[in-house]
């Protein structure tokens, strides 16, 4: 009798459990800021396996969450230098949070993509032919940082361009991907000659609460459309405040179609930009100012390595900038930059004989079947380097802080 009873009382015990999951659901999440302090970090964090909601709450108080790609997504708001935070995580319970506080639309030549119902930037990946010749990659314009300010120049990307833009250099397409020499293909320039970047189809394009996101598969052809080299090119944007805007870019290439050599030059960028004219550090951008981690300033950050270089200048009595971090595991970090004084910022780690003046070459051959990746964030921001504190949001990006579910 009693053994019997026993099984009744075990079977009402795991019941009990059943029905009341709440408990076991609820974890703890742990973030140690290290060493500074951190401002509005995006962060992510693995979830157990199956976890499709989650709840994020901060002291009982709930903190904008999303769940995406099997992680927890959230914005680390502020934490002190040495200080730990700890945040309670109900799985499985539903977040309060507008789900389209990032939202991106798909057209079918572009993704547009708002924050907090404001234009940030589009995604043309069918390359058009607006203000001269025909473009032959995709590019994102236009780009709009703090206080909707542009920040790349509208040079060829649209018919009405002001005066005091230049019309130099068709091919930098405000922030674009693109490289002069691979495997001998100039995958730069626009000339009659040159190859092409290729949109073949997108893996993701989704929005979100904290993070929206686009994976898009791409093609680096020669100018006849002969694959060359596979791309897959993943962009993410977050929902953070009108003063902050953060576009994260991961370039992974692929040899998929035999070796690919990338040639040493300087005409290339991974991750390129074209300024808007306030912001060049020269006579036509008389208060731009191009500095890097360095402190080099103007023309002397050409080629310099360096872990970031910031763009800003002045708009309507107000300074705007932004800023590219490169990232600590790609190749050659830090690089080197292709930073001209007339508006152009590029991340490129491989013309290394033009930068050194021939003292080393900076060819780089991927093998057949490998992959190299590079990751980079852009940074926009009010102010100078200084007052956006571009050296600290540089390490929010290289050294997160730390982060544990348990």
């Not at 709840?55 to 230098?81: I, R």
């Not at 290439?253 to 070796?259: I, L, P, R, T």
Request: one cysteine or more; glycine letters at 10%; a positive charge.
């Amino acid at each position: 009798m009693g053994s019997r009873w026993s099984r009744v009382a075990l079977l009402l015990m795991v019941a009990a459990v059943v029905a009341c999951p709440a408990a076991a659901a609820t974890k703890s999440l742990v973030v140690q800021a290290g060493d500074q302090e951190r401002v509005l970090v995006p962060m992510s964090i693995e979830l157990p396996a199956g976890t499709a909601k989650a709840k994020l709450l901060d002291g009982g108080k709930e903190v904008p969450c999303q769940v995406a790609e099997g992680k927890l997504w959230w914005v680390l708001d502020k934490l002190a230098a040495g200080a730990t935070k700890t945040y309670t995580v109900e799985l499985g319970a539903a977040s309060s949070a507008k789900p389209d506080a990032v939202a991106l639309k798909h057209g079918g030549e572009a993704v547009d993509i708002t924050i907090g119902g404001k234009p940030f930037t589009t995604y043309v990946f069918v390359p058009k032919k607006p203000c001269g010749p025909q473009l032959r990659r995709p590019y994102f314009f236009p780009v709009y940082g703090p206080d909707q300010v542009t920040t790349t120049r509208p040079y060829p990307l649209t018919t009405d361009i002001p005066a005091n833009v230049a019309k130099d250099h068709p091919h930098h397409n405000s922030i674009y991907v693109a490289y002069g020499s691979v495997n001998g293909v100039d995958n730069w320039s626009i000339s009659p000659k040159a190859g092409w970047i290729v949109h073949k189809s997108f893996d993701a394009v989704a929005g979100g609460a904290v993070m929206g996101m686009f994976r898009e598969s791409l093609d680096w052809t020669t100018v006849d459309k002969k694959p060359v080299m596979a791309e897959t090119r993943t962009a993410r944007v977050y929902a953070l405040p009108d003063d902050v805007r953060l576009l994260d870019l991961e370039i992974v290439f692929e040899a998929k179609y035999g070796e690919v050599k990338f040639g040493d030059t300087k005409e290339g960028g991974i991750c390129a930009t074209r300024m808007r004219p306030e912001f060049r550090n020269d006579k036509r951008g008389a208060k731009g100012r191009l500095v890097n981690d360095s402190g080099q300033t103007g023309g002397a950050t050409w080629g310099k390595k360096s872990a970031w270089v910031d763009a800003s200048g002045e708009v309507g009595g107000t300074r705007y900038g932004y800023a590219i971090f490169d990232t600590p595991g790609n190749l050659r970090h830090p690089t080197t930059w292709h930073s001209r004084t007339y508006g152009l910022l590029t991340a490129n780690c491989f013309g290394l004989s033009h930068f050194t003046r021939k003292k080393e070459r900076g060819d780089y051959t991927l093998e057949s079947g490998k992959t190299l990746t590079f990751r980079y964030r852009i940074y926009f921001h009010r102010g100078d380097e200084k007052e956006a504190q571009v050296a600290a949001r540089f390490a929010d990006w290289a050294h997160a802080p730390r982060a544990s579910l348990k």
